[in-house]
């Protein structure tokens, strides 16, 4: 579910550790090194080194390290990022703990484990990672007239091409729907068909609705899966538009929000104000 307002949020909080050095690795369940072409690189390659900035591209959180090595966390579906003292007990599935010369930990909380860690060098960063993704949906959102060209010729739903992270990187299910309904826009539209005044309002509805959900802190559902990492709750769930809101009267046109499934996933939206 972290998309890219929880992931930046992550991001903001973990700051405090830039500058730090890190004095231990645990990993509990193999699987979340998955994505690590030798497994036992990620332990070694982070081992001692000091964290020297804190990066976000899309859903993936980059931390750079001293000796050019990025440390790489994808929070998958239900992963989340607590950042406590070392002596805090730890909760169930803290499968990724990373300890910090300060005394305090980074642990990655993942039931389902769907999320990964790993350490790359810069060209395996670029094959493996950054080389796959589209522009950042938050800080290198295209301007509209390359964000028509991104959709020209495309046949797909715009919902469709909003999740494909190939094409813009950060934007999953909830917040596709928050930009579509900001833009009076069909999800069910093939993202081709949409004319300069609709890309334009659907970028603008992109912004917004990222930036209303970082101001919030992201969305944390009823399954608090997703946290901060000092364990509040994102405040964002109570101020959605459309997402999980089947059945209620649109906030802009009192329509009936539906729910439709396009590309296996979810969609919530209003017919009555979204053409």
Known sequence: MPELPEVET??????????????????????????????????DRLAGRRLERWDRHGKF??????????WVTHLGM???????????????????????DDETEFRLVDPRTFGFVAAYLPQELEELVTGHLGPDALNGLPRSPGLVALLGGRTAPIKALLLDQTVLAGVGNIYADEALHRAR??????????????????????????????KWGGTSLD?????????????????????????????????TIRRDVVRQRSSFWCPKCQS
């Open 185 to 214: 826009v069909s999800p069910l539209r093939p993202g081709g068909e949409l004319n300069r005044d609709e890309v334009k309002a659907l970028r603008a509805g992109i912004r917004r609705s990222l930036e209303a959900g970082l």
């Open 223 to 255: 399954d608090l899966a997703y946290l901060l990492p000092d364990g509040r709750a994102g405040e964002f769930a109570g101020r959605l538009r459309v997402y999980g809101r089947e059945d209620e009267p649109c906030p802009r046109c009192g329509g």
């Open 61 to 70: 959180l980059l931390a750079h390290l001293d000796g050019d090595i990025t």
């Open 10 to 43: 992550t991001r903001l909080c973990l700051i405090p550790l830039e500058g730090r050095s890190i004095v231990s690795v645990d990993v509990q369940r193999d699987r979340m090194l998955r994505r690590q072409p030798r497994p036992s690189d990620f332990g």
């Open 78 to 100: 239900s992963g989340r990022v607590s950042h406590v003292p070392r002596d805090e007990a730890r909760v169930a599935h803290s499968n990724v703990v990373v300890g910090f």
